[in-house]
């Protein structure tokens, strides 16, 4: 035996738990994402895992600061739901439980109206 006779678990540092997407959920984030890309509306995107929140966060270029953040925070899930759709601006325009139902919001298309003045 030697100098170490105590478990090797005991020595290693514990993972720190990290919410992330699951094969579904990222699934349907890419599905949008993908659609995007070919209209020529987004061109890079940037995932972050974090204690209690998982970030999709999306660009037009890989410069600028993200268009859209697709927010799944674990600490709403009971409340308001963990999933959201957040703005540049920090606005959030959709939260709720169902991601399908959050990520519905980036496929609305802004309609413009030529109004005479």
């Known amino acids: 035996m030697g100098p170490h006779t105590g478990s090797q678990a005991a020595c290693q540092p514990q993972a720190t738990p990290v919410t992330s997407f699951d094969r579904r959920e990222l699934s349907s984030i890419l599905k949008v994402y993908g659609r995007k890309v070919a209209e020529g509306e987004w061109r890079d995107y940037a995932i ?21 953040r697709i927010v799944k925070d674990m600490r709403l899930a009971r409340r308001q739901g963990a999933y959201s759709v957040v703005a540049a601006g920090g606005m959030i325009l959709k939260r709720g439980p169902d991601l399908e139902r959050v990520l519905a919001v980036l496929d609305k298309k802004r309609s413009l109206r030529l109004v005479d003045a």
Do not use: T, Y
């Open 48 to 68: 972050d895992f974090q204690r209690d929140e998982a970030v999709f966060s999306i660009f037009r270029r890989a410069s600028e600061m993200p268009l859209f």
